[in-house]
C-alpha cells in the first residue's frame, strides 16, 4: 500500500517547520509527536520493534531515544509522512509554542503536562 502521493514530503516546509518551532519547546513536541507516532504503529511493526506486538511503552522509548541523537527535520519528516502533513501542521500551531514561556523545556518533569496541553488545544478550539 505505497503510492507516491503519500510518501512524497516537502522538505522546504519540514525546515520551515523546524524553524518556527522554539527550541525550549522540542522536548514537549518531541514527546508528543513520539507518542502519536507509536499511537498509529502497526502491531507488526511494533513487534518488529520491540518484540512484543503490545510493547507500546518499548517503543515510544526506543523512539525517544532515537528522536533525542537524530535531527529534529527527521522527526518532522516522519511525522509528515506517518502522521500526514496537515495533521502534525494543525497540532503544532494549535499548541502555540511560540507563545510558551522560555522557563525550560514544556513537559519535562510534569507528566500531566502533555495532557493539560492537549486540553486545552481543545478548549481553544
Sequence with gaps: MTDDASTFVDLDLVDKVVDLIPEHTWGFVRNYLVDQLVDVMPST???????????????EAILHDYYQTHSNEDLITDAFKILGA??????????????????GDLCSSDPACLSTMQGEQTQDN
Design 45 to 59: 511493526v511494533l513487534e518488529k520493534l520491540t518484540g512484543d506486538p503490545v510493547g507500546f511503552d518499548k517503543a
Design 86 to 103: 496537515e495533521n502534525t501542521l494543525y497540532m503544532l500551531d494549535s499548541w502555540q509554542l511560540d507563545k510558551q514561556p522560555e522557563t
